[in-house]
Every structure is written in C-alpha cells, then in structure tokens.
C-alpha cells in the first residue's frame, strides 16, 4: 500500500486551534529545512525563500518534530480530545 492509499484511509475532525506552531522567523536562518523533507503531508512549504505552515491536514506522525534540529521552533501537541485525525478500518 503506498502512501496515497493509507492516507486516503485517514478522516479529520479539524481543530480552528493549532496543536503544532512554528516560530517561523526561526526557519529564515535554518539551512537543512528538513521538515520539508519528513512530513508526508507537506504541511511545510517554502515558497520564495519563506517558510510556512499549516497544521489542518497534519497526520500527527511526529516527524517534524523529531527533524527539526532547532530546539524550540517547532512546539508540538496532540490535538484536544475529539479533535484531530482518526482512521477507518473495513
Ligand atoms: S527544520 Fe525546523 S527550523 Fe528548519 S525550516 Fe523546518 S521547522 Fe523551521
Ligand atoms: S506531525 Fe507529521 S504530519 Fe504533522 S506536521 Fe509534523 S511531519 Fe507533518
């Protein structure tokens, strides 16, 4: 099964409040951006040399978290209780 196919198996109850934020004025000196790498839903982008975020499609893996070699840029939680992705099985 490849990757399209077992996120297609994913359904989100999405929060208005972020459960990830990312001080992005941090990411301007960050050379490696080897969150745009790790996340498989490409919540990170970088578009004409400026990073952003979005967190509404995140599949909660916790790569970029783990990827993201600066400390305390990237704030990571799981979404409030109800809130966030959830899978369908059969
Ligand atoms: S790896 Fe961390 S510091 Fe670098 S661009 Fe990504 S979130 Fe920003
Ligand atoms: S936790 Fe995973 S899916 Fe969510 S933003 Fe980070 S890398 Fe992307």
Request: include cysteine.
């Amino acid at each position: 099964m490849n990757i399209e196919d077992k996120l297609f198996q994913i359904r989100f109850n999405v929060d208005t409040i972020p459960h990830i934020k990312v001080d992005l004025k941090a990411c301007d000196s960050c050379q490696e951006k080897w969150c745009l790498y790790v996340c498989p839903v490409q919540n990170y982008k970088l578009e004409e040399g400026k990073m952003s975020f979005a967190w509404q499609g995140c599949v909660e893996c916790g790569a970029c978290r783990i990827a993201c070699e600066k400390g305390q840029v990237v704030e990571w939680n799981y979404p409030r209780g109800g809130y966030g992705v959830c899978f369908r099985y059969g």
